[in-house]
Protein backbone atom coordinates (compact mmCIF):
# COMPACT_ATOMS: atom_id res chain seq x y z
CA UNK A 1 0.00 0.00 0.00
CA UNK A 2 0.80 3.48 -0.08
CA UNK A 3 2.16 5.85 2.88
CA UNK A 4 2.39 9.36 2.51
CA UNK A 5 2.97 8.37 -1.13
CA UNK A 6 5.68 6.14 -1.11
CA UNK A 7 5.53 2.52 -1.88
CA UNK A 8 5.21 -0.10 1.44
CA UNK A 9 4.52 -3.86 0.66
CA UNK A 10 4.68 -5.32 4.39
CA UNK A 11 1.06 -6.00 3.66
CA UNK A 12 -1.69 -8.95 3.14
CA UNK A 13 -5.04 -9.05 2.92
CA UNK A 14 -5.83 -10.98 5.65
CA UNK A 15 -3.86 -8.34 7.54
CA UNK A 16 -6.69 -6.00 7.95
CA UNK A 17 -9.30 -8.10 10.13
CA UNK A 18 -11.21 -7.09 13.49
CA UNK A 19 -11.05 -8.76 16.72
CA UNK A 20 -12.26 -11.50 15.84
CA UNK A 21 -10.60 -12.23 13.09
CA UNK A 22 -13.46 -10.49 10.50
CA UNK A 23 -12.05 -9.61 7.24
CA UNK A 24 -12.19 -5.59 6.81
CA UNK A 25 -12.36 -4.27 3.54
CA UNK A 26 -10.83 -0.21 3.20
CA UNK A 27 -12.98 2.71 1.74
CA UNK A 28 -12.36 3.85 -1.84
CA UNK A 29 -9.98 7.09 -1.26
CA UNK A 30 -10.97 9.17 -4.20
CA UNK A 31 -15.09 9.71 -4.40
CA UNK A 32 -15.34 12.26 -7.39
CA UNK A 33 -18.28 11.93 -9.94
CA UNK A 34 -18.54 12.61 -13.66
CA UNK A 35 -21.70 14.77 -14.17
CA UNK A 36 -23.31 15.34 -17.95
CA UNK A 37 -22.54 19.41 -16.65
CA UNK A 38 -19.74 18.75 -14.64
CA UNK A 39 -21.35 19.69 -10.94
CA UNK A 40 -20.63 17.61 -8.03
CA UNK A 41 -22.39 14.02 -7.11
CA UNK A 42 -23.42 12.73 -3.82
CA UNK A 43 -19.67 13.03 -2.87
CA UNK A 44 -16.63 14.97 -4.13
CA UNK A 45 -15.81 17.81 -6.33
CA UNK A 46 -17.36 19.33 -8.99
CA UNK A 47 -15.70 20.13 -12.96
CA UNK A 48 -15.50 16.43 -13.83
CA UNK A 49 -18.06 16.61 -17.02
CA UNK A 50 -18.80 13.94 -19.56
CA UNK A 51 -16.34 14.10 -22.32
CA UNK A 52 -15.51 12.17 -25.19
CA UNK A 53 -12.21 10.78 -24.82
CA UNK A 54 -11.44 12.86 -21.38
CA UNK A 55 -11.51 9.70 -19.35
CA UNK A 56 -9.57 6.55 -18.75
CA UNK A 57 -10.37 3.22 -16.72
CA UNK A 58 -7.66 1.48 -15.27
CA UNK A 59 -9.29 -2.26 -14.78
CA UNK A 60 -8.53 -5.82 -14.01
CA UNK A 61 -10.07 -9.25 -15.68
CA UNK A 62 -9.51 -10.84 -12.58
CA UNK A 63 -11.31 -8.34 -10.21
CA UNK A 64 -15.24 -8.49 -9.75
CA UNK A 65 -15.19 -4.90 -8.58
CA UNK A 66 -13.36 -3.86 -12.05
CA UNK A 67 -15.17 -6.20 -13.66
CA UNK A 68 -18.59 -4.76 -12.81
CA UNK A 69 -17.24 -1.44 -14.05
CA UNK A 70 -16.30 -2.43 -17.27
CA UNK A 71 -19.52 -4.49 -17.94
CA UNK A 72 -21.37 -1.35 -17.30
CA UNK A 73 -18.98 0.79 -19.64
CA UNK A 74 -19.66 -1.74 -22.30
CA UNK A 75 -23.53 -2.12 -22.18
CA UNK A 76 -23.96 1.58 -22.19
CA UNK A 77 -21.85 1.39 -25.33
CA UNK A 78 -18.74 3.56 -23.79
CA UNK A 79 -15.73 1.72 -25.26
CA UNK A 80 -15.25 4.49 -27.63
CA UNK A 81 -15.44 7.27 -25.45
CA UNK A 82 -13.51 6.23 -22.25
CA UNK A 83 -10.54 4.23 -22.94
CA UNK A 84 -9.04 0.61 -20.71
CA UNK A 85 -6.15 -0.37 -19.72
CA UNK A 86 -5.97 -3.97 -17.23
CA UNK A 87 -2.71 -4.60 -15.49
CA UNK A 88 -1.39 -8.04 -14.92
CA UNK A 89 -3.72 -10.34 -13.13
CA UNK A 90 -0.50 -11.64 -10.94
CA UNK A 91 -0.18 -8.82 -8.00
CA UNK A 92 3.18 -8.21 -7.43
CA UNK A 93 5.93 -6.82 -4.72
CA UNK A 94 4.58 -3.45 -5.79
CA UNK A 95 0.84 -4.23 -6.31
CA UNK A 96 -0.96 -3.66 -9.90
CA UNK A 97 1.48 -4.08 -12.55
CA UNK A 98 1.29 -3.33 -16.35
CA UNK A 99 2.13 -5.74 -19.35
CA UNK A 100 3.48 -9.09 -19.16
CA UNK A 101 0.41 -10.82 -19.46
CA UNK A 102 -1.99 -11.57 -22.11
CA UNK A 103 -4.23 -8.91 -22.85
CA UNK A 104 -2.21 -6.22 -20.64
CA UNK A 105 -1.09 -3.57 -22.31
CA UNK A 106 1.60 -0.40 -21.26
CA UNK A 107 0.21 1.96 -19.44
CA UNK A 108 -0.88 4.20 -22.15
CA UNK A 109 -0.83 7.69 -20.77
CA UNK A 110 2.38 8.20 -18.79
CA UNK A 111 4.64 4.88 -19.21
CA UNK A 112 4.12 4.01 -15.96
CA UNK A 113 5.18 0.74 -14.92
CA UNK A 114 2.92 -0.15 -11.57
CA UNK A 115 -0.48 1.40 -10.64
CA UNK A 116 0.39 2.83 -7.45
CA UNK A 117 2.23 5.63 -9.73
CA UNK A 118 -0.88 6.51 -11.48
CA UNK A 119 -2.23 6.84 -7.90
CA UNK A 120 0.90 9.29 -6.33
CA UNK A 121 0.52 10.88 -9.96
CA UNK A 122 -2.71 12.04 -8.90
CA UNK A 123 -1.83 12.95 -5.10
CA UNK A 124 2.15 12.85 -4.35
CA UNK A 125 1.37 12.03 -0.63
CA UNK A 126 -1.66 9.58 -0.64
CA UNK A 127 -2.08 6.88 1.50
CA UNK A 128 -4.29 4.00 1.08
CA UNK A 129 -4.77 0.61 -0.94
CA UNK A 130 -3.85 1.15 -4.72
CA UNK A 131 -6.53 -0.62 -6.33
CA UNK A 132 -8.74 -1.31 -9.46
CA UNK A 133 -10.52 0.15 -10.89
CA UNK A 134 -9.44 3.34 -11.38
CA UNK A 135 -11.38 5.95 -12.99
CA UNK A 136 -8.73 8.78 -14.57
CA UNK A 137 -9.24 12.53 -15.98
CA UNK A 138 -6.43 12.60 -18.79
CA UNK A 139 -7.53 16.63 -18.80
CA UNK A 140 -6.65 17.20 -14.94
CA UNK A 141 -4.13 14.24 -14.84
CA UNK A 142 -6.12 13.14 -11.45
CA UNK A 143 -7.85 9.93 -10.52
CA UNK A 144 -11.63 10.93 -10.59
CA UNK A 145 -12.56 7.50 -8.82
CA UNK A 146 -11.73 4.34 -6.89
CA UNK A 147 -15.27 3.11 -6.11
CA UNK A 148 -16.52 0.72 -8.47
CA UNK A 149 -20.36 1.10 -7.03
CA UNK A 150 -19.74 4.91 -7.74
CA UNK A 151 -18.28 4.52 -11.48
CA UNK A 152 -21.02 1.94 -12.04
CA UNK A 153 -23.62 4.58 -11.62
CA UNK A 154 -21.87 7.93 -13.80
CA UNK A 155 -21.16 5.46 -16.26
CA UNK A 156 -24.90 4.38 -16.01
CA UNK A 157 -26.55 8.08 -16.26
CA UNK A 158 -23.63 11.31 -17.27
CA UNK A 159 -22.72 10.10 -20.92
CA UNK A 160 -26.10 9.28 -22.26
CA UNK A 161 -26.35 12.84 -24.15
CA UNK A 162 -22.42 11.79 -25.59
CA UNK A 163 -23.32 7.99 -26.77
CA UNK A 164 -27.46 8.27 -26.95
CA UNK A 165 -27.66 5.27 -24.85
CA UNK A 166 -30.97 4.78 -23.35
CA UNK A 167 -30.51 1.63 -20.85
CA UNK A 168 -30.97 2.88 -17.70
CA UNK A 169 -29.50 0.02 -14.97
CA UNK A 170 -31.30 2.40 -11.93
CA UNK A 171 -34.63 3.29 -13.05
CA UNK A 172 -35.95 5.86 -10.70
CA UNK A 173 -39.17 3.66 -10.03
CA UNK A 174 -36.73 0.62 -8.75
CA UNK A 175 -33.99 2.70 -7.04
CA UNK A 176 -35.01 2.32 -3.20
CA UNK A 177 -35.27 -1.71 -4.01
CA UNK A 178 -32.33 -1.59 -5.90
CA UNK A 179 -30.13 -0.07 -3.05
CA UNK A 180 -31.35 -2.74 -0.49
CA UNK A 181 -30.96 -5.70 -2.62
CA UNK A 182 -27.59 -4.14 -3.63
CA UNK A 183 -26.76 -3.78 0.53
CA UNK A 184 -27.54 -7.24 0.97
CA UNK A 185 -25.43 -8.62 -1.84
CA UNK A 186 -22.69 -6.98 -1.13
CA UNK A 187 -22.40 -7.50 2.22
CA UNK A 188 -23.13 -11.10 1.97
CA UNK A 189 -21.89 -12.28 -1.46
CA UNK A 190 -19.78 -9.69 -3.04
CA UNK A 191 -17.50 -8.75 0.00
CA UNK A 192 -18.92 -12.03 1.68
CA UNK A 193 -16.94 -14.54 -0.41
CA UNK A 194 -13.78 -12.07 0.66
CA UNK A 195 -14.91 -12.42 4.20
CA UNK A 196 -14.57 -16.17 3.89
CA UNK A 197 -11.34 -16.65 2.27
CA UNK A 198 -9.54 -13.94 4.00
CA UNK A 199 -10.96 -15.11 7.65
CA UNK A 200 -8.15 -15.83 9.94
CA UNK A 201 -10.23 -17.32 13.17
CA UNK A 202 -12.79 -20.41 12.28
CA UNK A 203 -15.84 -18.57 14.11
CA UNK A 204 -15.08 -15.52 11.55
CA UNK A 205 -14.83 -18.04 8.46
CA UNK A 206 -17.84 -20.04 9.50
CA UNK A 207 -19.73 -16.75 9.97
CA UNK A 208 -19.32 -15.76 6.12
CA UNK A 209 -19.66 -18.76 5.08
CA UNK A 210 -23.42 -18.76 6.19
CA UNK A 211 -24.13 -15.01 4.89
CA UNK A 212 -22.40 -16.42 1.66
CA UNK A 213 -24.98 -19.46 1.05
CA UNK A 214 -28.18 -17.89 3.11
CA UNK A 215 -27.70 -15.28 0.33
CA UNK A 216 -27.56 -17.59 -2.54
CA UNK A 217 -30.17 -19.79 -1.31
CA UNK A 218 -32.64 -16.09 -0.97
CA UNK A 219 -31.73 -15.21 -4.72
CA UNK A 220 -32.16 -18.77 -6.10
CA UNK A 221 -35.92 -18.54 -4.46
CA UNK A 222 -36.16 -15.35 -5.75
CA UNK A 223 -35.31 -16.56 -9.40
CA UNK A 224 -37.45 -19.57 -8.86
CA UNK A 225 -41.03 -17.99 -10.24
CA UNK A 226 -39.44 -17.78 -13.44
CA UNK A 227 -37.63 -13.96 -13.78
CA UNK A 228 -35.44 -13.30 -15.69
CA UNK A 229 -33.53 -10.81 -13.52
CA UNK A 230 -33.37 -10.19 -10.65
CA UNK A 231 -35.85 -7.42 -10.80
CA UNK A 232 -38.34 -9.01 -13.22
CA UNK A 233 -37.29 -8.63 -17.29
CA UNK A 234 -35.33 -5.32 -16.83
CA UNK A 235 -31.78 -5.62 -16.30
CA UNK A 236 -30.71 -3.93 -13.63
CA UNK A 237 -26.92 -3.06 -11.97
CA UNK A 238 -27.59 -5.32 -8.72
CA UNK A 239 -27.63 -8.16 -11.47
CA UNK A 240 -24.08 -6.81 -12.63
CA UNK A 241 -22.94 -6.59 -9.36
CA UNK A 242 -24.16 -10.56 -8.77
CA UNK A 243 -23.15 -11.54 -11.85
CA UNK A 244 -19.51 -10.83 -11.25
CA UNK A 245 -19.01 -12.93 -8.40
CA UNK A 246 -21.57 -15.68 -9.59
CA UNK A 247 -19.06 -15.84 -13.00
CA UNK A 248 -16.02 -16.39 -10.69
CA UNK A 249 -17.70 -18.47 -7.60
CA UNK A 250 -17.20 -22.16 -8.74
CA UNK A 251 -13.66 -21.20 -10.34
CA UNK A 252 -12.22 -19.80 -7.38
CA UNK A 253 -14.39 -18.97 -4.57
CA UNK A 254 -15.84 -22.27 -3.93
CA UNK A 255 -12.11 -23.84 -3.83
CA UNK A 256 -9.62 -21.32 -2.59
CA UNK A 257 -12.40 -19.04 -0.44
CA UNK A 258 -13.61 -21.93 1.07
CA UNK A 259 -17.05 -21.28 -0.12
CA UNK A 260 -17.85 -24.92 -0.71
CA UNK A 261 -20.92 -25.98 0.85
CA UNK A 262 -22.34 -26.29 -3.35
CA UNK A 263 -21.10 -25.53 -6.55
CA UNK A 264 -23.29 -23.06 -8.06
CA UNK A 265 -23.70 -25.08 -11.14
CA UNK A 266 -25.75 -27.23 -8.34
CA UNK A 267 -28.09 -24.28 -8.08
CA UNK A 268 -30.31 -24.77 -11.23
CA UNK A 269 -31.72 -21.06 -10.82
CA UNK A 270 -29.07 -19.17 -10.37
CA UNK A 271 -26.58 -20.79 -13.02
CA UNK A 272 -29.64 -20.47 -15.64
CA UNK A 273 -29.29 -16.96 -14.65
CA UNK A 274 -25.47 -16.50 -14.46
CA UNK A 275 -25.66 -18.46 -17.71
CA UNK A 276 -28.22 -15.91 -19.16
CA UNK A 277 -26.28 -12.88 -18.21
CA UNK A 278 -23.00 -14.37 -19.51
CA UNK A 279 -24.75 -14.69 -22.49
CA UNK A 280 -25.91 -11.06 -23.22
CA UNK A 281 -24.22 -9.38 -25.89
CA UNK A 282 -20.60 -8.04 -25.06
CA UNK A 283 -20.38 -10.01 -21.59
CA UNK A 284 -18.27 -12.41 -22.80
CA UNK A 285 -15.82 -9.75 -23.41
CA UNK A 286 -15.38 -9.18 -19.42
CA UNK A 287 -14.98 -12.19 -18.30
CA UNK A 288 -10.79 -13.79 -19.02
CA UNK A 289 -11.33 -16.80 -16.51
CA UNK A 290 -7.36 -17.25 -17.44
CA UNK A 291 -7.17 -14.06 -15.61
CA UNK A 292 -9.46 -14.39 -12.86
CA UNK A 293 -7.61 -18.07 -12.18
CA UNK A 294 -4.09 -16.61 -12.04
CA UNK A 295 -5.01 -14.01 -10.06
CA UNK A 296 -7.01 -15.67 -6.78
CA UNK A 297 -4.54 -18.89 -6.97
CA UNK A 298 -1.16 -16.28 -7.15
CA UNK A 299 -2.64 -14.76 -3.66
CA UNK A 300 0.72 -15.62 -1.21
CA UNK A 301 -1.06 -15.61 2.01
CA UNK A 302 -3.91 -17.74 0.74
CA UNK A 303 -1.44 -20.20 -1.47
CA UNK A 304 1.85 -20.00 -1.13
CA UNK A 305 3.22 -22.22 -3.90
CA UNK A 306 0.87 -20.88 -6.65
CA UNK A 307 -0.69 -23.91 -8.04
CA UNK A 308 -3.40 -23.50 -9.72
CA UNK A 309 -6.16 -26.22 -9.95
CA UNK A 310 -7.79 -27.56 -13.53
CA UNK A 311 -11.07 -27.49 -11.68
CA UNK A 312 -13.71 -27.30 -11.71
CA UNK A 313 -14.67 -26.10 -14.93
CA UNK A 314 -18.17 -24.01 -14.06
CA UNK A 315 -18.44 -21.65 -16.21
CA UNK A 316 -15.29 -21.51 -18.18
CA UNK A 317 -14.73 -22.33 -21.65
CA UNK A 318 -11.37 -22.79 -23.19
CA UNK A 319 -9.96 -19.72 -24.22
N1 LIG B 1 -14.04 -0.33 -3.11
C1 LIG B 1 -13.29 -0.75 -4.21
C2 LIG B 1 -12.58 -2.06 -3.95
C3 LIG B 1 -11.70 -2.46 -5.08
C4 LIG B 1 -10.73 -3.59 -4.70
O1 LIG B 1 -10.63 -4.02 -3.54
N2 LIG B 1 -10.01 -4.10 -5.70
C5 LIG B 1 -9.03 -5.15 -5.44
C6 LIG B 1 -8.96 -6.13 -6.60
S1 LIG B 1 -10.25 -7.28 -6.67
C7 LIG B 1 -7.65 -4.57 -5.35
O2 LIG B 1 -7.27 -3.76 -6.17
N3 LIG B 1 -6.87 -5.01 -4.36
C8 LIG B 1 -5.51 -4.64 -4.22
C9 LIG B 1 -5.17 -4.29 -2.82
O3 LIG B 1 -6.07 -4.13 -1.99
O4 LIG B 1 -3.97 -4.15 -2.58
C10 LIG B 1 -14.21 -0.83 -5.42
O5 LIG B 1 -15.23 -1.53 -5.37
O6 LIG B 1 -13.92 -0.16 -6.40
Same mark, same amino acid.
Given at each position: MLINGQWTQDWSPSDNKDSKGRYIR???GFRNWITATGIAGPTGEQGFVAEQGRYHLY??? !??PWASRALTVLYLKGLEDCISVTF? #????TDQGWKFEGFPLCEKEPLYGFDFLH? $? =?TKSDQQYSGRVTVPVLWDKKNQCIVSNESADIIRMFNSAFNEVTGSELDLY???LREEIDAL #??? $??? !?? #? !?? $????GFATTQSAYEEAYHAVFAQLDALESRLSDGRSFLFGERLTETDIC?? $?TLIRFDEV =???????NRNLLAQMPYLSAYTRRIYALPKIHQTVKFKHIKHHYYGIKALNPNGVIPLGPEGFAKKE
Open positions: QLAAAY !NCV #NPKIQ $V =YPED #NKA $VYQ !NL #N !NG $VYKAAF $V =YHGLFKC
